[in-house]
């Protein structure tokens, strides 16, 4: 049923040409490798060799045709895999008619195509990815400290004041900016916000 849907919205296009269909995997890499088309709508769910591996194949052969990942499933797995594995294109099964096509002239021109929500997922993972690197930084700072600066760090980070901070830790006002220095300096910064940036995000307070 998919693909005689899928045969009949591509017909009504006059520049593109199905010129052929596979139900699994292997049955995919055999027919690239008899029709050489330009572009693969593979699905990821298949019996046999999945797409995932299909699409990785693909990617690696001779003369690696563009491949478009089509699923039912909008989960980052499903989506980073097959980006990594080699696909230009991923669209979900529910994308409008009219929009198949254009996904396909898209990744034949060399463009990416994404379907909104798959878009805003791979925007969401680069934003943790950069989040969780933000962190590993900040960490591997805070280990360059000694257990007196560490702690001097994260009262900093609470919002206290030097005074404030000096009597947390039993120690005068002098001794707070002197191991304030001594973090500037290996932090790389004289601004008291970015050490406490620097604490907050390596999840010290």
Same mark, same amino acid.
């Given at each position: 049923?998919?693909?005689?849907?899928? =045969?009949?919205?591509?017909? %009504?296009?006059?520049?593109?040409?199905?010129? /052929?269909?596979?139900?699994?995997?292997?049955? !995919?890499i055999?027919?690239? %490798?008899?029709?050489?088309?330009?572009?693969?709508?593979?699905d990821?769910?298949?019996?046999?060799? /999945?797409?995932?591996?299909?699409? =990785?194949?693909?990617?690696? $052969?001779?003369?690696?045709?563009? &491949?478009?990942?089509?699923?039912?499933?909008?989960?980052?797995? #499903?989506l @980073?895999?097959?980006?990594?594995? /080699?696909a230009? /294109?991923?669209?979900?099964?529910?994308?409008?008619?009219?929009? @198949?096509? &254009?996904?396909?002239?898209?990744?034949?021109?060399?463009?990416?195509?994404?379907?909104p929500?798959?878009? =805003?997922?791979?925007? !969401? #993972?680069?934003?943790?990815?950069e989040a969780?690197? *933000?962190?590993?930084? *900040? !960490?591997a @700072?805070?280990?360059?400290?000694t257990?007196?600066?560490?702690?001097?760090?994260?009262?900093?980070?609470?919002?206290? $004041?030097?005074?404030?901070?000096?009597?947390? $830790?039993?120690? $005068?006002? *002098?001794?707070?900016?002197? #191991?304030?220095? =001594?973090?500037?300096?290996?932090?790389?910064? %004289? %601004?008291?916000?970015?050490? !406490? &940036?620097?604490?907050?995000?390596a999840r010290?307070?």
């Amino acid at each position: 049923m998919v693909v005689s849907g899928l =045969r009949s919205i591509l017909g %009504n296009a006059n520049d593109i040409e199905v010129v /052929g269909t596979a139900s699994t995997g292997e049955e !995919a890499i055999n027919a690239v %490798n008899l029709h050489f088309p330009d572009l693969v709508l593979m699905d990821i769910q298949m019996p046999g060799m /999945g797409g995932i591996e299909a699409i =990785r194949r693909l990617a690696n $052969s001779v003369r690696a045709p563009q &491949v478009v990942a089509l699923t039912s499933f909008d989960t980052d797995d #499903h989506l @980073l895999q097959a980006l990594d594995a /080699g696909a230009a /294109g991923y669209i979900l099964k529910d994308i409008a008619p009219g929009d @198949l096509p &254009v996904a396909i002239r898209t990744v034949v021109k060399g463009e990416p195509f994404l379907s909104p929500l798959s878009l =805003r997922q791979l925007i !969401a #993972h680069s934003q943790g990815n950069e989040a969780r690197r *933000a962190q590993q930084d *900040a !960490a591997a @700072l805070m280990a360059t400290l000694t257990s007196k600066e560490r702690e001097i760090a994260s009262l900093v980070a609470q919002g206290l $004041s030097n005074k404030e901070v000096a009597e947390a $830790s039993f120690i $005068s006002e *002098a001794t707070v900016k002197t #191991h304030l220095n =001594r973090i500037g300096i290996k932090f790389d910064t %004289n %601004n008291r916000v970015q050490i !406490a &940036v620097i604490a907050e995000r390596a999840r010290l307070v």
